[in-house]
């Protein structure tokens, strides 16, 4: 079992930054991947980057160039730092880390404001 606390959501105005932070706790030498997806009213939820415990990263297209996710030293927290933030990414973030199993945080909301 992996339990993911998120922080760091609010309100920004377009081109502003955020930066979001999930840490796990419990069974984290067993997490293969952590990463962070959205979901906006209305919208299927998307992945948007992802970090492999090697290391490995992968962004959706529409965030690259603008998020990244570095990790902690103790590797069982994740960042997800949002620059050139845009309307369009208005969306409630969740943390996600899979072992065998795929576990989720409780969602934080990032409002980006026009």
């Known amino acids: 079992q992996v339990q993911l606390v998120e922080s760091g959501g609010g309100l920004v105005q377009a081109g502003g930054s955020l930066r979001l932070s999930c840490t796990a706790s419990?069974?984290?030498?067993?997490?293969?991947?952590m990463g962070w997806y959205r979901q906006a009213p209305g919208k299927q939820r998307e992945l948007v980057a992802t970090?492999?415990?090697?290391?490995?990263?992968n962004y959706v297209d529409s965030v690259k160039g603008r998020f990244t996710i570095p990790r902690g030293n103790a590797r069982n927290t994740v960042y997800l730092q949002m620059n050139s933030l845009k309307p369009e990414d208005t969306a409630v973030y969740l943390c996600?880390?899979?072992?065998?199993?795929?576990?989720w945080g409780q969602g934080t909301q990032v409002t980006v404001s026009s």
């Open positions: 996600n880390a899979v072992t065998r199993g795929a576990y």
């Open positions: 419990g069974s984290t030498l067993a997490i293969i991947v």
């Open positions: 970090i492999t415990s090697g290391g490995t990263t």
